[in-house]
């Protein structure tokens, strides 16, 4: 690696903000010999730069010796993020490769087939002309061979031991901040009806325990395999067949991976088992459960790693020299490597300076209550009516609610239509998030979008969105086993960090420059526990936005002030909600009062912190979390 590149590397014409001084302090962290640098920066500082820049440091082909790797590697986990780096031009020489998945055959009869389910995958033998013209085989030698290979993160980790994607000198990954958890997911195995073509032809046996799993999955690995020869033995497949085929290859590898991580004394993975009883309940119990055992049957599981350090060690740590890992929220350096099998020893923080002004991205206490399980019913209804009061406000102006949950989304849309606001109300279903998204971002129109998910990897610059809502404290769902396991052993500092990683990405939404502004209003009052609980972990520039937080000053509830001028009450499209009762009602069909100014709307903020103390001080934190709906 040549740092001293670095400057001349960077693909803009100028800096903007703090970029200058970042690559200067990459630079010196690389050079004190340190094999990762960590880069804390914060959201719109221009990352994706920092990254094309940190790349460009790689050993070339012609400065590296025979044995030794050149070139570098850019990889995120959003496919958004991907996108956004193909379509910018200062980045045009990171080359891009996706999945075969994402592109079609070019032969003439084939256009609207996946190349992973083309001709050539389908039959023996196949002698493609036209191979040196597929998309996917040109995209995947051009990002072989040139200095810069850019792709999401689960195909650089598909492609770990790839004799075309080998050891390069220099690793970037891009909004770094989840890698633990992106590596629990993919190295997550489930086996079920949808994920196991030959699930219907199996006896699972009920699995007591993760030995008892290891041995039926190393039965299954065997009868996937058979199934798989039987496959492959034929002259031409279906697509179908081939879809098949694949998966069982994939599972294969799956159970393979586990059975050998598992039985590994020196592996640090600790791996639990969550299984669901069996579909059909007459079916009668013993016989041949796969595993050679008579057993009580059991339906379909889910086998998940925990802290995998193993399986990143094979998929990133073993694929380059040098590392940068980029994220905005890296927030404990300690606890980031050790979840990721890193020696802090060999890792350095670089810290970005915000540069955007913390009066452009103010943070509002209009918290209305907690939205933990049991006492959501009581809270939505009053969110909603803030979320009237807000739009109010902000008249012209469009807005995002961060609704954490599709059943909390629904119900927002039903309270928004009782209200009289549906028509400035858009929302989008799981199938349809992306279009949907994009319909709502391309029009003029001052709508709210009631969002499910979409904390990270979305830009919403200018006009583009000028407030959002944060309807609850995004705490994982307890009900989750490797997240159960992790509170019984005492991690309630990990748990409020994720929460807060979220919260961060979550407020750099709406302001994406330093001339952009947008507020962050906060609805759910477990967010407030949230910043007393995890204040040590927050970036300086964080904890300013939240000391400055105040209780705004909204307009009495009046919903039809709300749609004013915007056509809204009358207006629908796809997406869109439609319009809902009178105004002047409640859900429930009752007429209701304005909340009062006074009160926790208007409560100053050291009120406000002193009274959330007293809160968690005198409950258990698992009262103050306790969620189960993800």
Not at 245 to 250: C, G, P
Not at 439 to 455: G, I, T
């Amino acid at each position: 690696m040549n740092t001293e590149r670095i400057f001349e590397e960077f693909p803009a014409p100028s800096y903007r903000g703090a970029q200058e001084s970042a690559l200067r302090d990459i630079r010196d962290a690389f050079e004190a010999g340190n094999d990762v640098v960590l880069v804390r920066a914060p959201t719109g500082s221009g990352k994706s730069l920092l990254a094309r820049a940190i790349a460009g440091c790689a050993q070339t082909i012609e400065e590296a010796d025979p044995s030794e790797p050149s070139g570098a590697y850019y990889t995120t986990p959003q496919v958004s993020q991907l996108d956004d780096v193909a379509a910018d031009d200062l980045l045009s020489d990171l080359n891009v490769i996706r999945g075969k998945s994402n592109y079609n055959c070019i032969l003439p009869h084939e256009r609207d087939t996946p190349v992973n389910q083309a001709p050539c995958v389908r039959e023996r033998g196949y002698d493609c002309s036209v191979k040196h013209r597929c998309p996917y085989f040109s995209d995947r030698a051009i990002a072989s061979n040139r200095e810069i290979a850019a792709m999401t993160l689960a195909y650089f980790m598909q492609t770990a031991g790839s004799e075309v994607f080998r050891t390069r000198d220099v690793v970037v990954v891009d909004e770094a901040h989840g890698l633990a958890e992106w590596a629990e997911m993919y190295a997550t195995i489930r086996l079920g009806p949808r994920s196991v073509p030959i699930w219907e032809d199996l006896r699972v046996p009920d699995v007591d325990g993760v030995d008892r799993a290891a041995r039926y999955a190393e039965n299954l690995s065997q009868t996937c395999t058979r199934r798989k020869d039987e496959l492959l033995s034929q002259e031409s497949l279906t697509p179908a067949d081939v879809r098949e085929r694949d998966r069982l290859q994939e599972l294969i590898g799956e159970l393979e991976w586990f059975v050998s991580d598992y039985r590994d004394p020196e592996s640090p993975t600790t791996w639990l088992i969550d299984q669901e009883p069996p579909a059909d309940t007459d079916q009668p119990s013993g016989g041949n459960g796969s595993d050679g055992e008579d057993a009580e049957l059991g339906g379909p599981m889910t086998i998940k790693p925990m802290n995998p350090e193993r399986y990143l060690r094979h998929t990133v740590w073993d694929r380059g020299n040098k590392f940068a890992l980029l994220s905005a929220t890296i927030l404990n350096k300690d606890a980031f490597c050790r979840q990721v099998g890193l020696n802090p020893e060999n890792v350095a923080l670089v810290d970005v300076e915000h540069t955007f002004p913390v009066e452009n991205r103010p943070l509002y206490d209009v918290t209305q209550g907690k939205m933990t399980y049991d006492q959501r019913d009581d809270t939505l209804p009053e969110i909603a009516r803030t979320i009237v009061r807000i739009m109010q406000e902000h008249p012209d102006e469009k807005g995002l609610v961060h609704a954490h949950s599709y059943a909390i989304q629904e119900r927002l849309a039903d309270l928004l239509r009782d209200f009289g606001v549906g028509g400035r109300i858009r929302t989008h279903t799981r199938d349809g998030r992306d279009a949907d998204l994009e319909e709502w971002k391309a029009s003029d129109d001052p709508d709210v979008f009631l969002s499910v998910k979409m904390e990270e990897a979305l830009d919403l610059k200018g006009d583009l969105c000028r407030f959002q809502v944060l309807c609850k404290a995004p705490f994982l769902n307890t009900g989750d086993s490797r997240v159960a396991h992790r509170l019984e052993e005492g991690q309630w500092a990990w748990y409020y960090r994720t929460a807060l990683r979220t919260i961060i990405q979550g407020c750099g939404r709406v302001v994406r420059a330093p001339d952009d502004y947008g507020a962050t209003y906060l609805a759910d009052s477990s967010l407030l526990d949230l910043f007393d609980r995890a204040r040590t972990d927050m970036p300086d520039w964080f904890e300013a936005q939240v000391d400055r937080m105040d209780a705004p000053s909204l307009p009495s509830f009046d919903p039809q002030a709300a749609v004013a001028g915007t056509g809204g009450a009358n207006r629908s499209s796809s997406g869109r909600s439609s319009a809902g009762r009178s105004p002047s009602t409640s859900a429930s069909g009752s007429r209701t009062g304005d909340r009062s100014q006074s009160g926790s709307e208007s409560r100053s903020s050291s009120d406000r912190n002193r009274s959330s103390t007293r809160e968690s001080s005198r409950s258990s934190p698992l009262a103050d979390v306790w969620d189960t709906d993800g």
